[in-house]
């Protein structure tokens, strides 16, 4: 009863990380902004879902659900090892391809051009 509560404390943790990421990438005003909520939020919410499973999958204890169990916290360690490291190089494309990021003065001259 206990770890199916605490499956499902995981579950809803990791729905709420993701739904703030989606918000986060959809009110931040540029690209550079939106690259924070994505990589962040999108990994914790990452960890506490796969946390939820393998909480759910060793309800069944035997051999196969522990290696099963394994594999999906090798999944979050690889997420956790590249999600950084492709953030870092879309921020260098951008910046590499003259994107320049956004600031308030950028938006009220482009308010005035209007």
Avoid: C, Q
Avoid at 28 to 51: C, E, N
Avoid at 90 to 108: C, F, H, N, Q, Y
């Amino acid at each position: 009863m206990l770890l199916n509560g605490l499956a499902v404390f995981f579950l809803v943790t990791g729905l709420i990380f993701f739904l703030g990421g989606a918000i986060g990438i959809i009110r931040m005003p540029d690209f550079y902004s939106r690259l924070h909520p994505a990589g962040k939020l999108d990994t914790l919410g990452i960890m506490a879902m796969v946390i939820g499973l393998v909480l759910i999958n060793l309800h069944h204890f035997s051999l196969a659900t522990v290696l099963l169990s394994i594999k999906m916290l090798l999944i979050v360690f690889f997420v956790f090892m590249s999600s950084p490291t492709a953030t870092h190089s879309i921020v260098d494309a951008g910046m590499r391809a003259g994107l320049r990021p956004w600031t308030r003065k950028s938006e009220s001259s482009a308010k005035g051009k209007e």
